[in-house]
């Protein structure tokens, strides 16, 4: 059974820090990966999706690693701002689902 | 741009009761998933849905739920006999294919007493 573990829990940083998140798994099986926003009380927003063939995926101030064979993805945003204060969540996707990892919920200081 | 959409946003039922969610996936869609989300834990899959199919479900998708697509636009999963442990926040998702971006709703928020 895929086990998705995401450390750290909880990060505070300054405005203008840059934010890493990791994502790691234990089966290296997998088709993709994809990092998801969450907000409090509200549904998930996709931020990136990456192949398994892929190392990594940009999109703005965002940036995703995928190291299949060490089981492990980093999400990288750049300069943070208040804004980016929300759980980011890393799911691992197989045949048919996603796997989910707890979440590191992040707080941008003003 | 298209987006997943649920309803309703929140339910309350008694224990016993049936419920039933709906879901509006994106319309090019061919690929239909339920997730939850107990408070304060992981976002958990419970079943995966192609071809008027289940393609694969969870040990927690047991006998009590079941899903269905009655139409060319509605998803639904129902629950037959909710329990207090049903009580979680249940997403909805897309997608164009398998192993594609998955694309989820805001989520109906289930509340069993």
């Known amino acids: 059974k895929q086990e998705v573990t995401q450390i750290p829990a909880a990060l505070s940083v300054p405005e203008g820090e840059n934010l890493v998140l990791n994502c790691s798994f234990t089966?290296?099986?997998?088709?993709?990966l994809q990092w998801f926003r969450q907000d409090p009380g509200k549904g998930l927003t996709s931020l990136l999706l990456i192949q398994s063939s892929q190392r990594e995926q940009t999109s703005g101030r965002l940036n995703a690693s995928l190291d299949k064979s060490s089981g492990r993805s980093t999400l990288y945003i750049a300069a943070s701002q208040p804004g980016d204060s929300a759980t980011y969540l890393c799911?691992?996707?197989?045949?048919?689902?996603?796997?989910f990892g707890a979440g590191t919920t992040v707080t941008v200081r003003a | 741009e298209p987006e997943v959409t649920q309803t309703p946003s929140h339910q309350v039922t008694q224990m016993g009761q049936e419920v039933i969610l709906r879901c509006v996936p994106i319309?090019?869609?061919?690929?239909f998933y339920w997730y939850r989300q107990i408070l304060g834990q992981k976002v958990e899959f419970l079943v995966s849905f192609y071809n008027n199919e289940i393609s694969e479900k969870s040990e927690i998708f047991d006998d009590q739920f079941s899903v269905e697509r009655p139409d060319g636009s509605n998803f639904t999963l129902k629950i037959r006999s909710t329990k207090l442990e049903d009580s979680a926040m249940y997403f909805c998702a897309s997608s164009k294919e398998r192993q594609y971006e998955q694309y989820f709703g805001p989520g109906t928020r289930l509340t069993v007493t």
């Open positions: 799911a691992v996707g197989d045949d048919y689902k996603l796997s």
């Open positions: 089966d290296s099986a997998i088709y993709n």
């Open positions: 319309s090019n869609h061919l690929y």
